[in-house]
């Protein structure tokens, strides 16, 4: 799969944890060449997904006489510099805050709607970004979501790359039809109670169809 061109977003992010999760570029420097930008734009990028909490120094690689961090995975104790030094910690930027809220969300099976509440970022790029990380093979189908009054599921997707979990069969009308006879019936107690305390019969606004 073609990684993301693109040096900037979510899918470049995706791209970036994708490289260090298979083993294809660990390191700032291995970065720097797979995706062909320059040094500020993957360094200040690795330091804010490790503050995220996204990736953590695994270890550490001499290039020349600076010690680069060897990037891994997840949010663990980091590997103690060679010479005792702190990983520089970076300002938080708006967007791979989002970003990783986005991805956390997805530590356990989430819908759409869910990671859109969860990160703030609309819905269009949150499904680019999830189908660009599918493809990856960084995220699955985990699940499906029971809808209200609809016959499909919405699907729940997850961290991984194992199978999707298969789509299970719309649910059958008599299900759907009981449940919208059963919220014809609440909605009418709702009124009636309504009724009795305020002394009026009119439905309140806002009540649940």
């Known amino acids: 799969m073609k990684l993301e061109a693109c040096v900037k977003g979510g899918r470049f992010y995706v791209s970036v944890l994708a490289c260090i999760r298979f083993g294809w570029a660990r390191t700032d420097a291995a970065l720097r060449k797979k995706f062909q930008c320059n040094r500020r734009t993957v360094n200040d990028l690795t330091k804010r997904l490790a503050a995220a909490g996204l990736i953590y120094p695994g270890g550490w690689e ?18 103690p510099h060679p010479r005792g030094k702190a990983l520089q910690k970076l300002p938080p930027r708006r967007e ?10 997805l530590q356990t099976p989430t819908t759409t709607s869910q990671l859109v509440e969860a990160s703030g970022i609309d819905r269009i790029t949150t499904g680019r970004i999830i189908k660009y990380a599918r493809e990856l093979r960084m ?3 985990a ?20 199978a999707d979990e298969p789509k299970p069969p719309p649910r059958p009308m008599a299900e759907l039809q009981r449940e919208y006879q059963a919220r014809v019936a609440s909605r009418k107690q709702t009124s009636l109670l309504y009724a009795a305390i305020t002394g009026r019969a009119i439905e309140p606004a806002g009540l649940p169809a």
Not at 70 to 79: C, L, M, N, T
């Open 143 to 162: 699940g499906w979501m029971d809808q209200p009054g609809q016959g499909a599921r919405a699907p729940m997707f997850a961290l991984g790359g194992r």
């Open 96 to 105: 791979v805050v989002a970003f990783a809220a986005l991805w956390n969300e």
């Open 139 to 141: 995220v699955r189908i």
């Open 62 to 79: 001499l290039s020349g006489t600076h010690w680069m961090p060897v990037w891994r995975i997840g949010d663990k104790p980091h590997a």
